[in-house]
């Protein structure tokens, strides 16, 4: 008996314990509106077959054709999103176009999204709008952007006003909470 209790107490030891949840990392929260880079050389490696590049994530977008029917594109689209929801200061709907958006970013994001456009070719390098994980539009870049940002193309008047309501929400909770930073 005593032998067992020495192989049991030997054996014990060299089973790893996991540390406490406490030591492990928290998860970092899943933005509800992200804006993400597409990956410049996206058309090619997709045309290839590549697999996806490190530090990019695969995405299926859906949307409509000129003549209506839908299609499908992957993309890969930066782990990192340039701005998120909590960037904006304020969306509406444009009115001159309801398949439109403008979207106003706060200080930081408006420097955060001119130094990743910057850097982007005009006419050709994309952003992806992803909401609740779906990309919702993924158009090219028409010029450098800082401050303001219409998005056009959207799939319909519902996702214009849907897509306003989420940025705006949230701004409207960053503008009340009192530990956020002024923009």
């Not at 130094?115 to 070719?121: G, L, R, V």
Request: net charge negative; aromatic share 4%; glycine share 4%.
């Amino acid at each position: 008996m005593k032998q067992l209790l020495c192989l049991l107490a030997l054996f014990s030891t060299w089973i790893p314990i996991p540390s406490p949840a406490a030591d492990a990392p928290e998860p970092s929260p899943v933005p509800l509106v992200a804006f993400r880079a597409v990956h410049p050389d996206n058309d090619r490696l997709v045309a290839e077959g590549k697999p996806c590049p490190a530090g990019y994530t695969p995405y299926i977008y859906g949307f409509r054709n000129c003549q209506g029917q839908i299609e499908q594109e992957k993309l890969f689209l930066s782990n990192t999103p340039i701005v998120t929801e909590s960037g904006v200061r304020e969306a509406q709907v444009d009115l001159s176009m309801p398949h439109a958006i403008n979207i106003t970013l706060n200080t930081q994001a408006s420097k955060t999204m001119k130094e990743a456009t910057s850097a982007m070719k005009v006419g050709k390098d994309r952003i992806a709008i992803v909401v609740e994980g779906r990309v919702v539009n993924a158009p090219c870049i028409m010029a450098v952007i800082s401050q303001s940002m219409i998005i056009n193309s959207l799939h319909g008047e519902q996702d214009a006003a849907h897509l306003c309501d989420v940025l705006n929400r949230h701004a409207a909770e960053q503008k009340t909470s009192p530990s956020s930073p002024a923009a």
